[in-house]
């Protein structure tokens, strides 16, 4: 079914894919970001960018506006989603009050132009660390126990999700919340800094406990598809993951053996940094979500990832490189 949709945040990590699926299957396209990123190589017909922020006003109505479905993936402002350490009050302040107030925006311009469908993109980081339980959408959150994402992260993620549920019940706007958990793509993943550490012989540092069932960006984007327009999804929030539990202490083992790497493995120990296991059989059960991408594909990744690193090592370096 043909549609017009904005993906604010679109040019990101998760953005960028379902810009591409959406124009694939031959829909008219608007992304609201910063900058093209992920998309600045990508031209289309039917796609058009509005760059700037979800703080302003102005540009948030144009984009809006005459569009069917708003997907909102951005996280304001902070790049990479940085930890503070040491806590800093105004940069903690910041992240919370903008995007609460650019959730805000987005929110209203969808109320006031009719929009049939919000998709708000959340996190499994909102449960917070609750250690050896499966945790579903009726389970009890603690953001502010975990720092993953930021000291402020989940915190900001939870109050948006609330939010958005207001607009639904309260404002009669169709809302779906979309809990993801740990997305990679073939080409960006967050093993990558284990990996180098273990082509150079470094100690591998892993945080003891940490873990989780990530989720390959082909079945996240395939949520997103399945969730568009359902009525059965209105008003629901919804846990995404891949079909399996990894744990970071295994995955390390096996860069280690797949590198043929003498590096050991040094433990650390986060208490506000662990697995969050997530129960998905909701979203099997409504949408028929059915993520295929485990083990194999992650672990095929890797040893890909590992693969190109040395080819564009031996080229660029002397014969007597260390791989």
């Known amino acids: 079914m043909f549609m017009r949709a904005l993906v604010v945040g679109g040019a990101g990590l998760v953005g960028s894919h379902l810009v591409e699926a959406l124009l694939n299957d031959g829909n008219e396209v608007r992304v609201l970001d910063l900058e093209k990123r992920f998309l600045v190589d990508t031209e289309h017909p039917k796609l058009v960018f509005f760059i700037g922020n979800m703080l ?8 809006v506006a005459g569009v069917d479905v708003v997907y909102h993936l951005a996280h304001a402002p902070l790049a990479g989603h940085e930890v503070y350490d040491p806590f800093r009050f105004e940069d903690t302040l910041r992240e919370f009050a903008e995007n609460i107030t650019g959730t805000a925006y987005l929110l209203e311009a969808s109320r006031r132009h009719c929009v049939k469908h919000f998709i708000y993109t959340s996190s499994a980081v909102v449960y917070g660390v609750q250690e050896g339980k499966e945790l579903n959408e009726e389970s009890c959150c603690h953001p502010e126990n975990v720092t993953i994402g930021g000291r402020v992260y989940g915190i900001t993620k939870l109050a948006a999700e609330r939010y958005c549920l207001l607009y639904h019940f309260q404002l009669g706007l169709p809302v779906t919340i979309l809990r993801l958990h740990g997305v990679y793509r073939s080409e960006r993943f967050h093993l990558t800094k284990l990996i180098h550490q273990a082509l150079e012989g470094k100690p591998l540092q892993v945080v003891e406990g940490t873990g989780g069932q990530y989720a390959h960006i082909e079945d996240v984007i395939q949520a997103y598809l399945l969730v568009t327009l359902n009525k059965e999804a209105y008003g629901q929030i919804f846990n995404i993951a891949g079909p399996c539990k990894f744990d970071e202490l295994d995955l390390a083992q096996f860069i280690i053996e797949k590198t043929n790497s003498q590096s050991s493995i040094e433990t650390v120990s ?50 007597n490189a260390p791989f």
């Open 270 to 319: 986060d208490p506000t940094n662990q697995m969050i296991l997530i129960d998905i059989s909701k979203a099997r059960e409504i949408l028929n979500y059915n993520p295929k991408k485990g083990k194999n594909v992650l672990e095929t990744t890797i040893q890909n990832y590992i693969k190109s690193l040395r080819k564009a090592y031996h080229k660029n370096c002397p014969p």
């Open 56 to 63: 302003d006003k102005k540009m948030v109505d144009r984009a």
